[in-house]
């Protein structure tokens, strides 16, 4: 398997997650199926009830996991794998100078009417 991103790896984690959903409900059609047998399997009912079972709390897991990562992102904390607080940042300090060149210009402007007054 070659290295994901972290971007690429949450979409792949994605992705897992629903192959997991798909496992649940294969799962519970098995455990039902079993039991329209006039004499349901007790072993094979078991079975597909303790699949359902883990498959569920790994499904609940990992959306936990993937709700506590948009938390994260969404309340502007870092996190591993986003650029956004740095290129938040970058984009503060260039309205910075910007906003410093305008005030600057201002500056000379004013200078340059105080020189010219006699």
Do not use: W
Request: charged share 25%; with cysteine.
């Amino acid at each position: 398997m070659g290295t994901y991103g972290p971007a690429n790896e949450k979409l792949r984690n994605l992705e897992e997650i629903e192959k997991e959903i798909a496992t649940i409900l294969q799962s519970a059609a098995n455990a039902i199926l079993e039991m329209s047998k006039e004499k349901p399997a007790e072993r094979s009912l078991d079975r597909h009830a303790l699949q359902f079972t883990a498959s569920v709390q790994r499904v609940e897991m990992e959306l936990s996991s993937q709700i506590r990562y948009l938390t994260q992102v969404a309340t502007g904390q870092p996190h591993e794998g986003s650029s956004y607080s740095s290129r938040k940042d970058a984009q503060m300090a260039v309205n910075r100078v910007e906003y410093s060149h305008i005030k600057v210009r201002d500056l000379a402007k004013t200078c340059d009417q105080m020189l010219e007054q006699p």
